[in-house]
């Protein structure tokens, strides 16, 4: 091991990160980033990567943006911080939300903003509970989502995480928050099952769920159109199609969670209307700034405003709010950063990319390591297996994920492994046919080595 920079070192006596081994972290010390501009992040030692995960699946523009730089410098100057509390507004807040009402892909009434697609998914969940108690059907409030899922770790959100890592020993999920079947047909798809009637297995699951619990006591269903971190994992096809149907025989609120998916991720504004379904609400976070500075929001249906309006009423106040949501500088970056969406046709350059960007991540199937490459629009997810015909995964203390993002970092590709050992992709939109081309030239280089060491270590299969 190399002896750990003075930078590192300092990182490791004061920072807990999130999502690592606390523990050998100690000896392995972080990778620190010190500047970047347009798909490239550099570290201190100056050598560059392209950022294969847009950040954290958020920085749609790339980097150093000076548009949204100015923006943000605009605002700061001329109102730093206003708050929407107790009825006092601010321009970006009110011209956002108008915005966000004008693009968004379902009829929306209002925009509530939070910070982080955490909280906009714990508002999510209040919204729902705060529904039904003005409709006086006060038991119906259980919240459903899916085995795999990614909401957020926020108590509620995490709740809704279908992921044991963000369960395990922080007692969660909480009473109430329910999981049904996972939409992945390569992992739990039965032998010789099309697309097709898998979704109409996974749909008579959430069914015989509904119906066990009693369709009066389930509030609400919430997923993301791909689903980001649990692996990416692109539904069957007519997979929303039979959900929704399932959803509306139950009276049960449909809540898409476009964290990842909104803004272009998957070629189209928005994920739910690529996978043709519509939701009631919709999370926003990430893109919606291009992660220029942190905003989300949840787009509000006129039924759910009306309840809102009705409770508040009642109660006489509306009892929710971040003292940073609608952030007057993060509200002027969001709405740059959906001008330069516009302007610049980024959904529609993403949706030109996509058969290139597909086409590259189609070919690692052909990988010895990789089981499924899989993806829609500008993401994929490449799951590493021990065994392609069983499709046996690695033991998770292996680490062979990890190490495959290690062998992509050194030849200079920024990717994630997530649960499973699945690297995920998601390049800024703003990349081009060449950089597409050079991030998949690192990424095989990468998994050759991975195989080399796996080979050499001869890493037995679980
Ligand atoms: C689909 C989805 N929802 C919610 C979240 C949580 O967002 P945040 O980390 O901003 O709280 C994420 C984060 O990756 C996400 O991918």
Redesign the pocket.
């Given at each position: 091991m190399s002896p750990l920079s003075n930078l590192a070192a300092r990182d490791i006596e004061t920072l807990v990160h999130p999502y690592i081994n606390l523990a050998s972290f100690r000896d392995s010390g972080p990778l620190i980033i010190e500047r970047a501009q347009g798909i490239y992040v550099y570290d201190t030692d100056g050598k560059p990567y392209i950022e294969g995960m847009a950040g954290?699946?958020?920085t749609a523009l790339g980097y150093g943006n000076a548009e949204l730089v100015d923006a943000a410098a605009a605002q700061m100057r001329k109102l730093s911080f206003a708050h929407l509390f107790s009825g006092r507004s601010h321009d970006p807040a009110i011209e956002l939300a108008e915005k966000l009402k004008e693009i968004a892909p379902v009829p929306i009434s209002k925009v509530f903003f939070c910070?982080?697609?955490?909280?906009?998914?714990d508002t999510q969940v209040k919204l729902v509970w705060y529904l039904n108690n003005a409709l006086e059907r006060p038991g119906k409030k259980k919240i459903i989502s899916r085995m795999k899922?990614?909401?957020?770790?926020?108590i509620a959100?995490a709740s809704l995480?279908g992921l044991p890592g963000n369960h395990r020993d922080f007692d969660l999920p909480l009473p109430g928050f329910l999981h049904t079947g996972c939409p992945h047909h390569y992992r739990f798809a039965q032998e010789g099952e099309s697309e097709e009637d898998f979704a109409g297995r996974l749909a008579a699951e959430l069914d015989a769920l509904i119906v066990n619990e009693g369709s009066d006591t389930v509030a609400a269903f919430i997923a993301?159109p791909v689903?980001?971190?649990g692996g990416v994992i692109v539904p069957p096809r007519t997979y929303f199609e039979k959900i929704m149907a399932i959803c509306a025989k139950h009276d049960v609120f449909m809540i898409s969670?476009?964290?990842?998916?909104g803004f272009g991720r998957l070629g189209s504004a928005f994920g739910c209307e690529k996978l043709g379904f519509v939701p009631h609400s919709i999370?926003v976070?990430?893109a919606l700034s291009s992660a220029y500075l942190?905003i989300?929001g949840v787009m509000i249906p006129e039924a759910l405003y009306q309840a809102l309006l009705t409770e508040s009423e009642k109660i006489g106040t509306f009892g929710h709010g971040f003292t940073y949501g609608g952030h007057p500088v993060s509200a002027a970056v969001a709405l740059k950063a959906i001008e330069i969406y516009t302007r610049e046709r980024i959904f529609d350059r993403a949706a030109k990319l996509a058969p290139q960007f597909q086409a590259r991540l189609g070919t690692l199937n052909g990988h010895p390591l990789v089981g499924e490459a899989r993806g829609l629009g500008l993401i994929g997810g490449v799951e590493l297996v021990a065994d392609k015909a069983s499709k046996r995964s690695f033991l998770s203390q292996q680490g062979v994920g990890q190490r495959a993002v290690k062998f992509a970092e050194a030849e200079g590709l920024i990717v994630r492994s997530v649960i499973g050992d699945v690297l995920t992709l998601c390049p800024p939109l703003v990349i081009s046919e060449s950089e597409i081309d050079e991030l998949f030239d690192r990424l095989t280089r990468a998994l050759d080595k991975a195989l080399d060491w796996v080979t050499r270590e001869r890493i037995a299969p679980s």
């Open positions: 954290l699946w958020c910070n982080s697609g955490s909280e906009a998914n899922a990614y909401h957020g770790v926020t959100a995480t993301e689903m980001g971190a969670d476009e964290v990842i998916c999370s976070a990430k942190p989300a």
